[in-house]
């Protein structure tokens, strides 16, 4: 009889790997390798199934639950013998996963894009395989460049919080061997988004008196950055280009980007070279947004446009708080509180707000901002995909800053949501257009 394909148990793949697996290291090792070919394998298949998508889910939280076991086991065995986390190789071979399959594994997650706990849970898990302090300097000083590289890749491929941390640790080991990553992120900011648009990265030798290389990369570096503009940004509609990083790279790239425009008669940039501008940041990742909309040369750049009142409102809020704390309010009990009382001298709702499942919540607030105006306020609607909208989310989505000061608000809970009880009942749904007056 011919062989009968076995089912797959997905429901015991869930509850994680049996102590059996790790009686020895080499055997755990291969099999973090397998599953992760295997997520590999399901992350190519040109469309899931409902059952191949349920076997990546099973895989995601298998290989979450090795990694767990060997990273606890190999503290162990560190423990056992006194030698210092991090810092012994010998004793990593065999007792962690390869490079290969850490980077095949974030690279098939990544490429899946379901976005699920199961998948956040093994990007935070590889994250901490190569970043944490008990590994990271050993792991990666066993990683040849292909594997670091391949690394690199597929942690800047998942585009996760997560993986940040091993992106830097990878940043590092690259620099100490010679390898310097040289790092361009394009990101558009309009006055209701920030969006990620393009990315270039590029390794770039140590810097050394004797030779040329360095010089060479970081020409063939600026010259896919130059290209990235010419391909990605639209001159003659943004207001401004901020050249922004942590050294002098972003100096040193205008300067030849000019001379480059000059030499090769690129008369559009020539004419827009005003609207360029070089200012320090942190980083280069896109949590150094909202440093750079904070530095008074960017505020100077986009006066006079939504984004520039949107920061200045929140600035002017943020003020408010740490001299007159009577004259703010936050969270949607205490706004509408103060709208009552015709109080608010500046109001600011996030978008979100008005797309509430809940038809009468998206009523309330709607009405809120229409008495608001009625009353004089200034009243700022914010994108939630917008790095002043992220902001403002973190205070419920609503706050205001008030005409004069009203202590007795400060009792009512923040957090606490409007109220629908006792509200008459809608006859019609409200439009949606309703909702859009306000963007």
């Known amino acids: 009889m011919p062989n009968q394909p076995v089912p797959l148990d997905l429901a015991a793949w869930m509850q994680g790997p049996s102590p059996g697996a790790f009686a020895r290291p080499q055997q755990a090792t291969r099999g973090f390798a397998a599953l992760a070919e295997l997520l590999h394998c399901l992350s190519l298949l040109p469309a899931q199934s409902h059952k191949s998508a349920e076997l990546a889910v099973a895989v995601s939280h298998l290989m979450t639950e090795f990694l767990g076991h060997m990273l606890n086991d190999y503290q162990q065995d560190v423990e056992r013998r006194g030698a210092a986390p991090g810092k012994d190789v010998t004793g990593l071979i065999g007792r962690l996963p390869e490079p290969r399959a850490l980077a095949l594994a974030a690279a098939a997650t990544a490429q899946l894009g379901s976005a699920g706990q199961e998948d956040e849970d093994l990007l935070h898990m590889l994250g901490s395989t190569v970043a944490g302090p008990k590994t990271s300097s050993a792991l990666l000083a066993l990683a040849s460049e292909d594997e670091l590289h391949d690394l690199k890749r597929a942690f800047q491929l998942s585009r996760s919080a997560s993986t940040a941390g091993a992106e830097e640790a990878i940043a590092v080991e690259m620099q100490q061997r010679g390898?310097?990553?040289?790092?361009?992120?394009?990101?558009?900011?309009?006055?209701?988004?920030?969006?990620?648009?393009?990315?270039?990265?590029?390794?770039?030798?140590?810097?050394?008196?004797?030779?040329?290389?360095?010089?060479?990369?970081?020409?063939?570096?600026?010259?896919?950055?130059?290209?990235?503009?010419?391909?990605?940004?639209?001159?003659?509609?943004?207001?401004?280009?901020?050249?922004?990083?942590?050294?002098?790279?972003?100096?040193?790239f205008l300067g030849w980007m000019l001379q480059k425009a000059t030499q090769s008669g690129d008369t559009q940039l020539l004419q827009k070279k005003s609207s360029f501008v070089s200012v320090h940041a942190s980083c280069v990742h896109k949590q150094a947004l909202k440093?750079?909309?904070?530095?008074?040369?960017?505020?100077?750049?986009?006066?006079?446009?939504?984004?520039?009142?949107?920061?200045?409102?929140?600035?002017?809020?943020?003020?408010?708080?740490?001299?007159?704390?009577?004259?703010?309010?936050?969270?949607?009990?205490?706004?509408?509180?103060?709208?009552?009382?015709?109080?608010?001298?500046?109001?600011?709702?996030?978008?979100?707000?008005f797309r509430n499942a809940n038809m009468k919540l998206r009523r309330q607030y709607v009405e809120m901002v229409e008495t608001?105006?009625?009353?004089?306020?200034?009243?700022?609607?914010?994108?939630?995909?917008?790095?002043?909208?992220?902001?403002?989310?973190?205070?419920?989505?609503?706050?205001?800053?008030?005409?004069?000061?009203?202590?007795?608000?400060?009792?009512?809970?923040?957090?606490?949501?409007?109220s629908d009880a006792g509200a008459e009942e809608e006859k019609e749904k409200m439009p949606q257009e309703d909702a859009d007056d306000f963007m």
């Open 179 to 252: 390898l310097r990553a040289g790092i361009a992120n394009f990101h558009l900011l309009t006055a209701v988004l920030a969006k990620d648009v393009h990315r270039v990265s590029l390794s770039l030798p140590k810097k050394r008196a004797t030779t040329t290389n360095y010089d060479k990369a970081l020409v063939r570096f600026f010259e896919q950055v130059y290209q990235g503009i010419k391909d990605h940004i639209n001159l003659d509609l943004v207001k401004c280009v901020l050249m922004a990083g942590p050294g002098f790279v972003k100096d040193d």
């Open 291 to 353: 440093e750079l909309l904070a530095d008074e040369q960017v505020q100077k750049s986009i006066a006079n446009t939504k984004a520039a009142a949107h920061l200045k409102a929140l600035e002017e809020f943020y003020m408010m708080v740490q001299k007159e704390p009577d004259r703010v309010c936050y969270g949607p009990k205490q706004v509408h509180e103060a709208v009552e009382k015709c109080a608010v001298q500046t109001l600011m709702v996030v978008d979100s707000l």
């Open 372 to 418: 608001a105006r009625d009353q004089g306020a200034s009243c700022q609607i914010f994108s939630s995909q917008h790095v002043s909208g992220e902001q403002l989310q973190q205070l419920s989505g609503i706050a205001g800053i008030l005409r004069f000061p009203l202590p007795e608000i400060g009792d009512i809970d923040s957090d606490a949501g409007l």
